[in-house]
């Protein structure tokens, strides 16, 4: 159990802000994705993310802070115990109670009914437990394994289409993740036992989804949006052509006269809902003219519009 404090470097009095900068530091250095070749440093970025998340909590810094609970966010053992015996001390000798007394129970989850005895001159009568003052035997709590932090990179098109991504963790299994309906950049996903082992079980595995940008799809909550280029003819004259959506590609039936701005909605081509169903994909026409084209530059200079002012109705 590491005092966070030390894990990111910080003063115990340090403030919110400079245990935000601490932590961006070491998790850049530390990254998985960073040191794919050593998992020390990807051990390291968990204490460092535990570590940051329990000093940001509030309510368990103050906890840490006061002795309540240790750097995993765990309750401290009873009355303080820790360490080894202290001072030459015995057991048995208790003098004015426990103060300044340390007593080393030989790890967590360590049966303390041996202690107890000695201090409070063992089994009455052969009745249950130690100590008429305690009566059932206590055990310590036994804590959970620490939580292990990742990040994983999804394609934009996977996440629209809730594609299976493979994942592998610190001790090289690799999983398939389903992901859930609504994923976005930043959602995170729990895998239960998946993390470090404990006395108490296996803590759990931390991943937080990045959806990677692409090139010309965007996201409007559950809406996919695109601008498609199409030529001039097509603009003018209409017809059939391809667009590309998040799964396949689709015929798109442009009518004749079409401008650029003009959208045309694709039902259910968007991302999943939490809720269920679908979002849409919005295809923005894009009227792609020629910069060099001389029988283009040709025809327009013989082609009368008949004084036609696509502006009149600016003012201009």
């Given at each position: 159990m590491?005092?966070p ?6 003063a ?7 245990i935000?900068k601490?932590?961006?530091k070491?998790?850049?250095e530390?990254?998985p994705?960073r040191?794919?070749?050593n998992p020390?440093?990807?051990e390291?970025f ?13 309510d368990k810094r103050a ?9 995993d966010g765990n309750?401290a053992?009873p ?6 015996m ?27 009914s041996d202690?107890f ?6 089994r009455?009568g ?12 206590q055990?310590a ?8 932090q990742?990040?994983l ?5 996977d ?6 991504q493979?994942i592998?963790?610190g001790?090289?299994k690799?999983?398939?993740?389903k992901?859930p309906?609504?994923?976005e ?5 729990r895998?239960t036992?998946?993390?470090?082992p ?6 759990d ?7 990677v940008?692409?090139?010309f799809?965007t996201?409007?909550?559950?809406d996919?949006?695109?601008d498609?280029?199409i030529?001039?003819s097509?603009?003018v004259?209409?017809g059939?052509?391809k667009a ?10 442009i009518?004749?006269?079409?401008t650029s ?11 999943h809902?939490?809720?269920g ?15 060099d ?8 200079a013989?082609w009368?519009p008949a004084?036609?002012n ?5 003012g201009?």
């Open positions: 590491a005092d404090y030390q894990t990111l470097g910080v115990r009095g340090a403030s919110e802000a400079d935000k601490a932590y961006r070491l998790a850049k530390l990254h994705d040191n794919k070749d020390k440093a990807s390291r968990s204490q460092v993310t535990s570590a940051y998340d329990l000093l940001t909590d509030k906890r840490f802070d006061r002795g309540e609970i240790d750097g309750p053992a009355f303080g115990f820790g360490g080894g202290g001072g030459g001390q015995r057991p048995g000798g208790m003098g004015g109670g426990f103060q300044g007394q340390q007593f080393d129970f030989g790890g967590e989850g360590a049966d303390m202690i005895e000695g201090l409070f001159g063992g009455q052969g009745g249950g437990g130690f100590a008429s003052g305690f009566g059932r035997r055990q709590p036994r804590a959970k394994g620490a939580n292990v990742y990040r990179r999804v394609p934009f098109v996440a629209a289409a809730l594609a299976a493979r592998t963790l001790d090289g690799t999983i398939d993740l992901l309906a609504g994923v950049d930043g959602t995170q996903m895998l036992g998946k993390g470090e404990g006395p108490g079980g296996a803590g595995a931390i991943v937080t989804i990045e959806v940008p692409h090139r799809f996201r409007h909550g559950d996919v949006r695109l498609l280029p030529t001039l097509e603009a004259l209409g059939a052509v590309p959506t998040v799964e396949k590609p689709v015929m798109l039936t009518a004749p006269g079409a701005g003009k959208t045309l909605r694709l039902k259910g081509k968007g991302f809902k939490k809720g169903g679908r979002g849409d994909q919005l295809v923005t026409l894009m009227v792609d003219v020629p910069a084209d001389a029988a283009l530059k040709a025809f327009i013989d009368s004084n036609r696509p502006r009149e109705a600016m201009v």
